[in-house]
């Protein structure tokens, strides 16, 4: 059974920095995408970035100050968050597919079926 499990949100001042950690279990992290998402109050599920094995692709609003990273020895996804902006405070959350090469566009949520509970990211003005 995959279990996906987000830490590392809080409460940051604009401009600073969070790293997240996504820690998969019940499979190897290595053989899929693994996507983070971000969700804020009243809006709808936004994509963030995804890691897959050719590299990290990112969202506009996020190039440049976010990088996703994986370890396989440890089985975990990363998301080096910098320069935070007020507008970045969302519940983050990361996802994988069912499939190694799963259809669908990976921007679109709809492609992952494995998600974390999710981890809160604040960034104050």
């Known amino acids: 059974q995959v279990q996906l499990v987000e830490s590392g949100g809080g409460l940051v001042q604009a401009g600073g920095s969070l790293r997240l950690s996504c820690a998969a279990s019940?499979?190897?992290?290595?053989?899929?995408?693994v996507a983070w998402f971000r969700q804020a109050p009243g809006k709808e599920r936004e994509f963030v970035a995804v890691?897959?094995?050719?590299?990290?692709i990112y969202a506009d609003s996020v190039k440049g100050r976010f990088t996703i990273s994986r370890d396989n020895a440890k089985n975990t996804v990363y998301l080096q968050m910098n320069s935070l902006k007020p507008e970045d405070t969302a519940v983050y959350y990361c996802?994988?597919?069912?499939?190694?090469?799963?259809?669908?566009?990976?921007?679109?949520?709809?492609?992952?079926?494995?998600w974390g509970q999710g981890t809160q990211v604040t960034v104050s003005s």
């Open positions: 996802a994988e597919p069912y499939f190694e090469r799963a259809p669908g566009h990976y921007a679109n949520y709809r492609r992952y079926d494995y």
């Open positions: 019940g499979r190897p992290v290595s053989n899929y995408d």
């Open positions: 890691i897959s094995r050719s590299g990290g």
